[in-house]
Nanobody, 116 residues
Framework: QVQLVESGGGLVQAGGSLRLSCAVSGSIFSINVMDWYRQSPGKERELVAS???????NYADSVKGRFTISRDNGRNTVSLQMNSVKPEDTAVYYCHVVMRSLRSYWGQGTQVTVSS
């Protein structure tokens, strides 16, 4: 079994910063891609940022230049540094990993609320 535990969510003012972290534990053999998704009320879950095992990154257009994803392969953690946040960044943020076996796992989600 694989567990993902997110931390770092909360309330932040527009223009501020927040850092989300996700720790992966359990029967881990090889993590391939680590992602952050988000979902706000009435909207579909969307990919925010992803990072491959070699460090290649991909970002949604809406967060490019403001968010930075990083990972620590030794500790099986992934982080999302959120700068210059906007009210439209308000959502539940989910950590997601895809193993080399192609099995994938989700965290329980952490709420991020940006006040204007």
């Amino acid at each position: 079994q694989v567990q993902l535990v997110e931390s770092g969510g909360g309330l932040v003012q527009a223009g501020g910063s927040l850092r989300l972290s996700c720790a992966v534990s359990g029967s881990i053999f090889s993590i391939n891609v680590m992602d952050w998704y988000r979902q706000s009320p009435g909207k579909e879950r969307e990919l925010v940022a992803s990072i491959g095992s070699g460090g290649s990154t991909n970002y949604a257009d809406s967060v490019k230049g403001r968010f930075t994803i990083s990972r620590d392969n030794g500790r099986n953690t992934v982080s999302l540094q959120m700068n210059s946040v906007k009210p439209e960044d308000t959502a539940v943020y989910y950590c997601h990993v895809v193993m080399r076996s192609l099995r994938s796992y989700w965290g329980q989600g952490t709420q991020v609320t940006v006040s204007s």
